[in-house]
Antibody, heavy 121, light 102 residues
Framework: EVQLVESGGGLVQPGGSLRLSCAAS????????MDWVRQAPGRGLEWVGR??????????EYAASVKGRFTISRDDSKNSLYLQMNSLKSEDTAVYYC????????????WGQGTLVTVSS | SYELTQPPSVSVSPGQTASITCSGD??????ACWYQQKPGQSPVLVIY???KRPSGIPERFSGSNSGNTATLTISGTQAMDEADYYC?????FGGGTKLTVL
């Protein structure tokens, strides 16, 4: 059974940093592109960024709203995906989901349960 | 930047057909997919590559994509289908549509 479990969310002050983790199981993690998607309270879904797989040199891609502040990395030996968030702003407050990309395309067949990040003083 | 537009809400009677649209410039030239999200839950993929259903998704869910509009159709809508639905193309999501089954 495919499982994605996020952790690391919490309350952080504006300008602060936080690192989210996503532990994957039930599939060959190294084969897949993995993405982060967020959802502000009461709002819609927003794509944050992605990590391509080893075959594609682990390259990353980011939404304009987080580029330069967020960094996605992965450790295939630990079946884990990470999101390092720096210079956090109040508008980064959201539930952050990790999601598995199917066929390397921009659609996601499995999602984690999400972890809430609150940026507030 | 690319935008996808969905109606904020759609209402349907049980057993009837619900159609939810997603509009974007030349959307038909891209693949569209659809997610269902119920309150307090993570999104679930219901349609990908315009009209394919993942395993476990009921046959009453179907999709199409042509021109500037992608459409999610739910035939014989059931109370359990009441949820928010999001379209996606490339890395862009639509704003979401709340489906109410009256």
């Amino acid at each position: 059974e495919v499982q994605l479990v996020e952790s690391g969310g919490g309350l952080v002050q504006p300008g602060g940093s936080l690192r989210l983790s996503c532990a994957a199981s039930g599939f060959t993690f190294s084969d897949h592109y993995m993405d982060w998607v967020r959802q502000a309270p009461g709002r819609g879904l927003e794509w944050v960024g992605r990590s391509r797989n080893k075959a594609n040199s682990y390259t990353t891609e980011y939404a304009a709203s987080v580029k330069g502040r967020f960094t996605i990395s992965r450790d295939d030996s630990k079946n884990s995906l990470y999101l390092q968030m720096n210079s956090l702003k109040s508008e980064d407050t959201a539930v952050y989901y990790c999601a598995r990309s199917l066929y390397g395309d921009y659609f996601f067949d499995y999602w984690g349960q999400g972890t809430l990040v609150t940026v507030s003083s | 930047s690319y935008e996808l537009t969905q109606p904020p809400s759609v209402s349907v009677s049980p057993g009837q057909t619900a159609s939810i649209t997603c509009s974007g410039d030349k959307l038909g030239d891209k693949y569209a997919c659809w997610y269902q999200q119920k309150p307090g839950q993570s999104p679930v993929l219901v349609i990908y590559q315009d009209n394919k259903r993942p395993s476990g998704i009921p046959e009453r869910f179907s999709g199409s994509n042509s021109g500037n509009t992608a459409t999610l159709t739910i035939s014989g809508t059931q109370a359990m289908d009441e949820a928010d639905y999001y379209c996606q193309a490339w890395s862009v999501f639509g704003g979401g549509t709340k489906l109410t089954v009256l």
